[in-house]
């Protein structure tokens, strides 16, 4: 059974400039997770999608969105990129709305902004 | 105070050494994940608790849902042990994960 797959791996932009990262999630799971892991923080809760929809949000400003379509992949959209926006991006996915299901993670991208 | 505390911070041990992590929280739980981040990032789920204990070959995990305690065991470490380990809580008011710190462990041969 394939993971959860992420893409791309790596990535380079410049202050200013717009991404868009993408994640599948494993067959048969509906819920999808973003994290972003900055050089020396912690894991950060970005965003939940479950069945289309945006269940939760984290402490992010609103230049961090994303969907989730209807074959459940994702998309993490990120505007006017910053310095600081520099970090691992992971997406995970679970059976369903996150309630005790385990989450399973991608591999992660990579973003460089300079 | 965060609401996820582990400890120790960092962890270096010889090969064959019993270890122990331990994660405590401060928030209602509907369950508890142990992760395991390997350099460059690669993140793997090892466990999801929401009581008593669990066993995957040499790790061992156990929770104590009265104390809001948890704790990673590895037996017999090898230095392929050699991560990250992350304790995250699943809130059960919102579902939302909320990660420890981490744990970085070096296992030396």
């Known amino acids: 059974e394939a993971g959860v797959t992420q893409s791309p791996t790596h990535l380079i932009k410049t202050r200013g400039q717009q991404v868009t990262l993408r994640c599948s999630p494993i067959?048969?799971?509906?819920?999808v997770y973003w994290y972003q892991q900055a050089l020396g923080l912690g894991l950060q809760f970005l965003l939940w999608?479950?069945?289309?929809?945006?269940?939760n949000r984290g402490n992010f400003p609103p230049r961090f969105s994303g969907r989730q379509f209807p074959n459940y992949s994702s998309e993490l959209n990120v505007n006017a990129l910053e310095l600081e926006d520099s970090a691992l991006y992971l997406c995970?996915?679970?059976?369903?709305?996150?309630?005790?299901?385990?989450?399973?993670f991608g591999p992660g991208t990579r973003l460089t902004v300079t | 105070k965060n609401e996820v505390e582990q400890s120790p911070q960092n962890l270096t041990a010889q090969e064959g050494e019993f270890i122990t992590i331990n994660c405590s929280y401060s928030?209602?739980?509907?369950?508890l994940h142990w992760l395991q981040q390997h350099p460059g990032g690669g993140i793997v789920s090892l466990f999801m608790?929401?009581?008593?204990?669990k066993k995957h070959g040499r790790l061992i995990a156990t929770i104590n849902i009265q104390e809001k305690h948890s704790s990673l065991h590895i037996t017999a470490s090898h230095p392929r042990d050699s991560a990250v380990y992350i304790c995250?809580?699943?809130?059960?008011?919102?579902?939302?994960?909320?990660w420890g710190a981490g744990t970085k462990l070096i296992i030396k041969p």
């Open positions: 928030v209602g739980i509907s369950a």
């Open positions: 608790l929401s009581s008593g204990k």
């Open positions: 999608y479950d069945e289309g929809e945006e269940r």
């Open positions: 995970a996915s679970s059976l369903e709305e996150g309630r005790g299901y385990e989450q399973y």
């Open positions: 067959s048969g799971h509906t819920s």
């Open positions: 995250a809580v699943l809130m059960d008011s919102n579902y939302q994960l909320i």
